[in-house]
Each structure stands twice: as structure tokens, then as C-alpha cells.
């Protein structure tokens, strides 16, 4: 009874020592040429941090689990040291100040033999990069087989070609699908060329040696030639995300969550025509003023990763705090049947099909130009059989195999100065018929068919191309869908349905 009285007595003081000690410790930031003032100083993967003073020194509130303290600032390599380390100072050294045009990309490619590849340490960013389009878009196939007029077994003259077409304007291609390519690789004119680093596309090294925009016009000034680089004459240097990662090659910057860093390959007018759009499409939407960038959805953490380089030199993080490189949360199937609400709503032979698009940054869909989704609504009677629709919007030639059945097309119709539609972007005058979904903006589509309707399917698909064309090329489908619904109509709710079905244009 003795020995437990005394361990009841030690017990609080025992769980106190175990308890992290939490006090302040004091420290200097500086440079070869003296005081640092304004460097962020943190404890290494924690949220909270501190500014040096204009004497460069620093208070910054710690623990007993604290590894090391970290400090940046604009225009210096991050710094660390051990948290334990009396006195405690960190010494910033700065950043190189010339861009060197000749420096040699580093492979994203894992391979042991060959240090510093970065997927080496960064397996599975690496994997996620990988399986992204990001990594396939010098050598995508069916990017190819537009650029160069081929189909998808490799034989020439099958559809659109942009080189036959256009030959003078096949360079514009290389700014953002192979932005790595040297100004004197003749790759730059013929992508089928491409070989190297440079076939990897828009690899890890590239992005990060971004420091922000260069001169040049968002829309106007295409990938490499908008963003700016910083690239070594020696050594290594990384731009990222994180300002407290301290292997001495790394650099913080804020521009990796700014929607801009996009931009110069997501907004584009080519040859007058605007075909990509999803940067201007954010600037008007309500995730851009609700302070969302494009890396807000499309790096959002997956909760499945703590670590970037685990046995390699990396430190667990709270796993919330570091983005996807795959650029999807979840599939891009996933995103898409996330994003859009869809309502059906009947009474006797009519149907009403609401859609509206929630928690989305741009247009749906968005991208390259000739993207679309179909709704495709069709009725039948009580044995299954189709039912004539009477009223009501139906898909316009361009939807090819579903061409003339009820519903809508979402997406930009391009056409010639003929009026031929669809065509490709290099034949088009510069205005298109855009009926795709805005953000939070509803579409209502009304129908009705004949007498003896029993049961309506309903039906939104998404489409990367057009039908023809792609049959044409001998693409495997990659259709998706996104909606597909099979209800009875005396199961459907009615409460909308307060007016006569109306006819839409597609």
C-alpha cells in the first residue's frame, strides 16, 4: 500500500515530463553580409511562425518534439538548423540572379543508377505525375494524330491534320506541350521529333524552376514563353510550396498557389480564335472570389500522403498540407459526376431535366476546345419500346451517332467562314456558339412525346471529341458517363413542372 501511495504521489509529475516543454527560444537569421530582417522563421512542419526584427533577430515559441527551426526569405535558399542548436542562428544564402539557358533538364524518371532524378525520392508524386496528362502531353496520341493529320494505328491522312493545314503554326504547340525543348531543336516545328527530357513533357524540373509570369500577355503569351525560369549554372535550385524545406536546393515561393502559374497553358488565342479559356472562366467565377485558386481543386491534398521523399531525407507532414500531383481529386470521371447536379421531374408525357454545376472554378466542361457533354433524354412505353419525342431541344449533326434524339449539347461549336461546324480551331473564325454549363447557373430542358410514355432515360455523357472525328482517327472510345438514369414516370417527382414543355435551341 506503501509503494502505491508513493506512485499515485509520482504519477502527475511523471506524465508533466512527458508532456512537450513549450517555451521560447531566441535566435539570429543572417546572411554573409550581416542581419537578415523580415525572414519567416518556423519550426519545421509546423503552421505557426515568426519574423526576425530589423537586427535579424527572431523569438519563436518550441517544444521538445521540435527537429529543427527553418528560416526564408524573397531571394534566398531556405535555411535550417537543429532545433537543439545553442546559439541559434541560420544563415540564408542567396539565390543565383541569371537564368542559364543551357542547363541540362533533370529526367522525372526513376532510375537508382542515376542520382538526382527526381523520382528517386519522389515516388509516389512520381506515380501520380505520371498517370496525369501533364506527363503524356508532348506524346499523347491522339495529340498527335491532330497534329500530324494521323490515326491512331499511325497512317496519315485521316481527319484534321494541323501540320498539312497549317504548317507555319505547328511551333505554337511546343509552349506548353513540350516546354523544355531547346530555341535550335527542329522538334520545336515537328513534335514527332521530340526526344529526351524533352518528350516527358511538363516534367517536375520544369515547374519548379518557375519563379512567376515573364513579360508577355496572359492569352497572347503562350507556356514557356510567359513563365519565367531561374535556372542554375551550377549545383541545383527547386521552387516550391513549402518554405521550410531545408536539403540546401530549395526555395519557397508563393506563386505555386496562385492560379496565374496555370494560366500561361490554360488561357490561350490561337490563330484569333480563343480556344482555351479556363483561366478567364475562373477569373469571372465564384470560387475565384471566394479566394479558391485552380490548385485549390485540382492539387488538393488526398489525405493518403505524409511524407514526399519517406527514407529519403523527407520528414512527415500533416498529410492535409500536401497537394496531388495528379490534378484530380479522385478521377476526372470522379470530378466530373461531383460537380453536377442533375433533377428529373415528369408528369404524364412530360419531363423537365434540371442541371446546374456546383463547387466548380470554370465552365463545364473546359479545357481544350472541342470537349463536350450530351444529355440525351429518351422515353418509352410500358413493353419497352421508344416513344416520339413531340417538343423539346434535340442534339444538333455534331453529337454524330446521337444526332436528332432529345436533348442538349454542352460545349463550343466552332465553324468556318462557311458556317460549317464543328471544325478545328486553326479553320475557325474567332466567335463560337458556347452553350456549355456556368458555374451555379442552372439549365432547364423541358420535353414531351407522345401518348403511352411509361419510362424516361436520361443520360449525360461527356465526350473529349467529336464522333466523327474520332471515328474517322479510329480512337477507342473514352466516352464517359457522367449521369445515367432509368426511372418510371409515376415515380418522378412533379413539383416543377408548372408550364407547358418548351423547344430549346442545341
Same mark, same amino acid.
Given at each position: 500500500?506503501?509503494?502505491?501511495?508513493?506512485?499515485?504521489?509520482?504519477?502527475?509529475?511523471?506524465?508533466?515530463?512527458?508532456?512537450?516543454?513549450?517555451?521560447?527560444?531566441?535566435?539570429?537569421?543572417?546572411?554573409?553580409?550581416?542581419?537578415?530582417?523580415?525572414?519567416?522563421?518556423?519550426?519545421?512542419?509546423?503552421?505557426?511562425?515568426?519574423?526576425?526584427?530589423?537586427?535579424?533577430?527572431?523569438?519563436?515559441?518550441?517544444?521538445?518534439?521540435?527537429?529543427?527551426?527553418?528560416?526564408?526569405?524573397?531571394?534566398?535558399?531556405?535555411?535550417?538548423?537543429?532545433?537543439?542548436?545553442?546559439?541559434?542562428?541560420?544563415?540564408?544564402?542567396?539565390?543565383?540572379?541569371?537564368?542559364?539557358?543551357?542547363?541540362?533538364?533533370?529526367?522525372?524518371?526513376?532510375?537508382?543508377?542515376?542520382?538526382?532524378?527526381?523520382?528517386?525520392?519522389?515516388?509516389?508524386?512520381?506515380?501520380?505525375?505520371?498517370?496525369?496528362?501533364?506527363?503524356?502531353?508532348?506524346?499523347?496520341?491522339?495529340?498527335?494524330?491532330?497534329?500530324?493529320?494521323?490515326?491512331?494505328?499511325?497512317?496519315?491522312?485521316?481527319?484534321?491534320?494541323?501540320?498539312?493545314?497549317?504548317?507555319?503554326?505547328?511551333?505554337?504547340?511546343?509552349?506548353?506541350?513540350?516546354?523544355?525543348?531547346?530555341?535550335?531543336?527542329?522538334?520545336?516545328?515537328?513534335?514527332?521529333?521530340?526526344?529526351?527530357?524533352?518528350?516527358?513533357?511538363?516534367?517536375?524540373?520544369?515547374?519548379?524552376?518557375?519563379?512567376?509570369?515573364?513579360?508577355?500577355?496572359?492569352?497572347?503569351?503562350?507556356?514557356?514563353?510567359?513563365?519565367?525560369?531561374?535556372?542554375?549554372?551550377?549545383?541545383?535550385?527547386?521552387?516550391?510550396?513549402?518554405?521550410?524545406?531545408?536539403?540546401?536546393?530549395?526555395?519557397?515561393?508563393?506563386?505555386?498557389?496562385?492560379?496565374?502559374?496555370?494560366?500561361?497553358?490554360?488561357?490561350?488565342?490561337?490563330?484569333?480564335?480563343?480556344?482555351?479559356?479556363?483561366?478567364?472562366?475562373?477569373?469571372?467565377?465564384?470560387?475565384?472570389?471566394?479566394? +479558391?485558386?485552380?490548385?485549390?481543386?485540382?492539387?488538393? &491534398?488526398?489525405? =493518403?500522403?505524409?511524407? !514526399?521523399? $519517406? @527514407?529519403?531525407?523527407? /520528414?512527415?507532414?500533416?498529410?492535409?498540407?500536401?497537394?496531388?500531383?495528379?490534378?484530380?481529386?479522385?478521377?476526372?470521371?470522379?470530378?466530373?459526376?461531383?460537380?453536377?447536379?442533375?433533377?428529373?421531374?415528369?408528369?404524364?408525357?412530360?419531363?423537365?431535366?434540371?442541371?446546374?454545376?456546383?463547387?466548380?472554378?470554370?465552365?463545364?466542361?473546359?479545357?481544350?476546345?472541342?470537349?463536350?457533354?450530351?444529355?440525351?433524354?429518351?422515353?418509352?412505353?410500358?413493353?419497352?419500346?421508344?416513344?416520339?419525342?413531340?417538343?423539346?431541344?434535340?442534339?444538333?449533326?455534331?453529337?454524330?451517332?446521337?444526332?436528332?434524339?432529345?436533348?442538349?449539347?454542352?460545349?463550343?461549336?466552332?465553324?468556318?467562314?462557311?458556317?460549317?461546324?464543328?471544325?478545328?480551331?486553326?479553320?475557325?473564325?474567332?466567335?463560337? +456558339?458556347?452553350?456549355?454549363?456556368?458555374?451555379?447557373? &442552372?439549365?432547364? =430542358?423541358?420535353?414531351? !412525346?407522345? $401518348? @403511352?410514355?411509361?419510362? /424516361?432515360?436520361?443520360?449525360?455523357?461527356?465526350?473529349?471529341?467529336?464522333?466523327?472525328?474520332?471515328?474517322?482517327?479510329?480512337?477507342?472510345?473514352?466516352?464517359?458517363?457522367?449521369?445515367?438514369?432509368?426511372?418510371?414516370?409515376?415515380?418522378?417527382?412533379?413539383?416543377?413542372?408548372?408550364?407547358?414543355?418548351?423547344?430549346?435551341?442545341?
Amino acid at each position: 500500500m506503501r509503494f502505491a501511495g508513493w506512485l499515485l504521489l509520482l504519477l502527475p509529475g511523471l506524465i508533466l515530463l512527458s508532456l512537450p516543454r513549450v517555451g521560447v527560444r531566441s535566435g539570429m537569421v543572417c546572411d554573409e553580409r550581416g542581419p537578415v530582417a523580415q525572414a519567416s522563421v518556423r519550426v519545421q512542419t509546423r503552421s505557426h511562425n515568426t519574423f526576425s526584427d530589423d537586427n535579424g533577430r527572431f523569438a519563436l515559441e518550441t517544444d521538445r518534439t521540435a527537429r529543427r527551426i527553418t528560416a526564408w526569405k524573397a531571394g534566398y535558399f531556405i535555411a535550417g538548423v537543429p532545433a537543439w542548436r545553442s546559439p541559434l542562428q541560420l544563415r540564408l544564402r542567396r539565390l543565383p540572379t541569371e537564368d542559364h539557358a543551357d542547363y541540362d533538364w533533370v529526367d522525372p524518371e526513376p532510375a537508382p543508377a542515376e542520382e538526382g532524378r527526381c523520382g528517386n525520392c519522389h515516388a509516389q508524386i512520381g506515380q501520380e505525375w505520371a498517370a496525369s496528362g501533364h506527363a503524356r502531353s508532348a506524346t499523347n496520341r491522339r495529340f498527335r494524330n491532330l497534329y500530324d493529320g494521323s490515326d491512331w494505328h499511325g497512317r496519315p491522312g485521316k481527319g484534321w491534320s494541323l501540320m498539312d493545314e497549317h504548317p507555319n503554326g505547328t511551333g505554337v504547340c511546343a509552349a506548353c506541350h513540350a516546354p523544355t525543348l531547346r530555341d535550335d531543336d527542329p522538334a520545336l516545328f515537328d513534335l514527332r521529333q521530340v526526344q529526351g527530357v524533352a518528350a516527358r513533357g511538363v516534367h517536375c524540373d520544369y515547374c519548379h524552376k518557375v519563379t512567376g509570369l515573364d513579360e508577355g500577355e496572359i492569352g497572347l503569351t503562350h507556356g514557356r514563353f510567359l513563365l519565367k525560369l531561374l535556372r542554375p549554372a551550377e549545383g541545383q535550385l527547386f521552387f516550391g510550396p513549402l518554405d521550410d524545406v531545408d536539403r540546401g536546393e530549395e526555395t519557397y515561393s508563393p506563386f505555386y498557389r496562385d492560379s496565374r502559374f496555370c494560366a500561361p497553358c490554360h488561357e490561350g488565342v490561337v490563330f484569333g480564335v480563343p480556344v482555351y479559356t479556363t483561366y478567364s472562366e475562373w477569373l469571372r467565377s465564384p470560387a475565384r472570389r471566394a479566394g +479558391q485558386s485552380c490548385q485549390s481543386c485540382h492539387m488538393k &491534398p488526398t489525405g =493518403q500522403m505524409s511524407n !514526399f521523399a $519517406p @527514407g529519403r531525407g523527407g /520528414v512527415e507532414r500533416d498529410p492535409w498540407t500536401l497537394g496531388n500531383h495528379h490534378f484530380f481529386d479522385g478521377s476526372h470521371a470522379d470530378m466530373l459526376r461531383r460537380c453536377l447536379d442533375v433533377q428529373i421531374h415528369g408528369v404524364g408525357t412530360r419531363v423537365e431535366v434540371r442541371l446546374v454545376t456546383r463547387d466548380v472554378g470554370h465552365a463545364v466542361p473546359t479545357g481544350f476546345i472541342d470537349k463536350h457533354l450530351l444529355l440525351v433524354v429518351e422515353g418509352q412505353d410500358g413493353a419497352g419500346r421508344p416513344v416520339t419525342l413531340r417538343t423539346g431541344s434535340r442534339l444538333p449533326s455534331a453529337a454524330g451517332d446521337l444526332a436528332g434524339r432529345g436533348g442538349r449539347l454542352y460545349g463550343r461549336l466552332l465553324r468556318d467562314e462557311h458556317g460549317q461546324s464543328p471544325v478545328p480551331f486553326w479553320r475557325a473564325v474567332p466567335e463560337s +456558339q458556347d452553350t456549355r454549363l456556368q458555374p451555379g447557373v &442552372p439549365d432547364v =430542358q423541358a420535353f414531351a !412525346f407522345e $401518348p @403511352g410514355l411509361s419510362r /424516361v432515360r436520361v443520360r449525360v455523357l461527356y465526350r473529349r471529341f467529336w464522333h466523327d472525328q474520332s471515328r474517322l482517327k479510329g480512337w477507342p472510345s473514352d466516352e464517359l458517363v457522367v449521369v445515367d438514369r432509368q426511372m418510371d414516370m409515376h415515380r418522378l417527382p412533379k413539383e416543377t413542372l408548372s408550364r407547358p414543355a418548351r423547344t430549346s435551341t442545341p
